[in-house]
Structure formats: structure tokens, C-alpha cells
T-cell receptor, first 112, second 112 residues
Framework: DQQVKQNSPSLSVQEGRISILNCDYT??????FLWYKKYPAEGPTFLIS?????DKNEDGRFTVFLNKSAKHLSLHIVPSQPGDSAVYFC???????????FGQGTRLTINP | DAGITQSPRHKVTETGTPVTLRCHQT?????MYWYRQDPGHGLRLIHY???????DKGEVSDGYSVSRSKTEDFLLTLESATSSQTSVYFC???????????FGSGTRLTVV
């Protein structure tokens, strides 16, 4: 039972344009959501997070949107740069143990 | 990240042998986690720890055990390795929900 789903295995975007990565979840108890970026042969690195009491959080070129009624979150990257090419994971948590449930990941490729 | 290291980085082992992976942190964080990454599954939680000698199971804990005798070390043991445990294993530490996890660089384990 996949509680967090990223339905697009891959996404290709032109440099300078907007990249939009999507994530759906099924557990309405999730109260914190995060995005991670992963390069080959490295561990994932934290990008941005959002609490369920908010619907938007912005950090530089990265913005995360949360639509609780649709159980959907998205990550916008503007403008996209070649260094953004990586695998992106969304994750969600509930409770004090800070356990994260991850999606399957989306491979983003930024084309020059 | 310099605050968390995993060893070994790569290991090939034979079916039926026990294997221990080590995670070491210098951040004095309370929470530590072991995940495995497999294509199509993202990252899945194996076990986690919320303090010295305090551990609990994740969603894919069968065939794995953990120990945490010191704050800085979290060991993952495959009791009798099987080919289905061929994977990339990541350790993570957590300070707060807002900051998310810090991941190690991973251990690529191949069971032949």
C-alpha cells in the first residue's frame, strides 16, 4: 500500500523554464511534507518542507504547494538550471518519531 | 554530509552469511534511521531508533535487526543475507521535523 505516490518516473524540462514535480498521498494523518533531491552515488539532500497548516512555502527558486483537499503536493523550480538534474523524492510524516514515508521518485532532466 | 558516515560503501557477500552495516554520527541527534532504496519503491524504512537501546521496526524489517549501544552508532544487521536484500542502504539522522533528515552517502550491498 503506497501511501505516497509520484506517478511520473521522469520529467524533461528546458533550462530556464519551470519544473513542476507532483506527489499524491492517501493518509490524511500526514502533517508534514518534505522534498529531497538525490544525485547518483550520494545520499538524498533536504530541499524544502511544508507543514499541513500551510498551503505554500517558498525558498529561493523552490516553492512547495500543498492542496490538502486533493491530498496533493507539488514542487516548483523556477528557473530550472542544469544542476537541478537529479531524482526528486517527496516524503510525508506523522507523529513524534519523525518517520518519513517516501514516494518512488521522479528523475528530472534539465536540457540546455 | 560530514556529520554522518556509513561503512562500508560497497560490499559483496554470499547468500546465507550475516552482514553488518554501520552508521556513525557526530551530531548527537536522538533519531537515527535505516532505509533501503530500490527501483520503483523509493526509500523504505527498515528500522529506526529514538535513543540508546530504543529501536522500533519500519515497514520492511523482516530479515533485519538493529542495535544502538551509543548515541553516535546505529548498526544494521542482515541475519542471513538473501538476494532480495541486494539494495542501496541509507542511514539518516534527524534533529527536527522542520530540518528534515540528513542522509549518509549510502552502502551498496550485493548478495550473490
Amino acid at each position: 500500500d503506497q501511501q505516497v505516490k509520484q506517478n511520473s518516473p521522469s520529467l524533461s524540462v528546458q533550462e530556464g523554464r519551470i519544473s513542476i514535480l507532483n506527489c499524491d498521498y492517501t493518509n490524511s494523518m500526514f502533517d508534514y511534507f518534505l522534498w529531497y533531491k538525490k544525485y547518483p552515488a550520494e545520499g538524498p539532500t533536504f530541499l524544502i518542507s511544508i507543514s499541513s497548516i500551510k498551503d505554500k512555502n517558498e525558498d529561493g527558486r523552490f516553492t512547495v504547494f500543498l492542496n490538502k483537499s486533493a491530498k496533493h503536493l507539488s514542487l516548483h523550480i523556477v528557473p530550472s538550471q542544469p544542476g537541478d538534474s537529479a531524482v526528486y523524492f517527496c516524503a510525508a510524516s506523522v507523529g513524534g518519531a519523525q518517520k518519513l514515508v517516501f514516494g518512488q521518485g521522479t528523475r528530472l532532466t534539465i536540457n540546455p | 554530509d560530514a556529520g554522518i558516515t556509513q561503512s562500508p560503501r560497497h560490499k559483496v557477500t554470499e547468500t546465507g552469511t550475516p552482514v553488518t552495516l554501520r552508521c556513525h554520527q557526530t551530531e548527537n541527534h536522538r533519531y537515527m534511521y535505516w532505509y533501503r532504496q530500490d527501483p520503483g519503491h523509493g526509500l523504505r524504512l527498515i528500522h529506526y531508533s529514538y535513543g540508546v537501546k530504543d529501536t522500533d521496526k519500519g515497514e520492511v524489517s523482516d530479515g533485519y535487526s538493529v542495535s544502538r549501544s551509543k548515541t553516535e552508532d546505529f548498526l544494521l544487521t542482515l541475519e542471513s543475507a538473501t538476494s532480495s536484500q541486494t539494495s542501496v542502504y541509507f542511514c539518516a539522522i534527524s534533529e527536527s521535523r522542520v530540518a528534515g533528515y540528513t542522509f549518509g552517502s549510502g552502502t551498496r550491498l550485493t548478495v550473490v
